[in-house]
Nanobody
Framework: QVQLVESGGGLVQSGGSLRLSCAAS????????MGWYRQAPGKQRELVAR???????NYADSVKGRFTISRDNAKNTVYLQMNSLNPEDTAVYYC???????????????WGQGTQVTVSS
């Protein structure tokens, strides 16, 4: 069973930075892609950033130019570097990994437990 463990959340002032880490229990080579989602109180979970097994990335418009997703295959870890944080970035951030179900075009998703990011004004 795949396990994803996030770390790096916390409280930061507006304009500050944080780096989130997501460590997978196994090799991340098996994943089609990995990403970060966030969910603020009263809002739906939304995609923040995603990185494919080939290294392609995409970002939500609200974080473009401020956040950077990266992966270290040797450490089975994906990172989210968050700069120029503002109060609207306050949310629980979840790591997500998707692997292709063998013989199909379907993807199976795995989730971490989430890490809280709070940005004070």
């Amino acid at each position: 069973q795949v396990q994803l463990v996030e770390s790096g959340g916390g409280l930061v002032q507006s304009g500050g930075s944080l780096r989130l880490s997501c460590a997978a229990s196994g090799s991340i080579f098996s994943f089609n892609d990995m990403g970060w989602y966030r969910q603020a109180p009263g809002k739906q979970r939304e995609l923040v950033a995603r990185i494919t097994d080939g290294g392609s990335t995409n970002y939500a418009d609200s974080v473009k130019g401020r956040f950077t997703i990266s992966r270290d295959n040797a450490k089975n870890t994906v990172y989210l570097q968050m700069n120029s944080l503002n109060p609207e970035d306050t949310a629980v951030y979840y790591c997500n990994a998707r692997e292709r179900i063998q013989g199909t075009s379907l993807l199976r998703a795995y989730w971490g437990q989430g890490t809280q990011v709070t940005v004070s004004s």
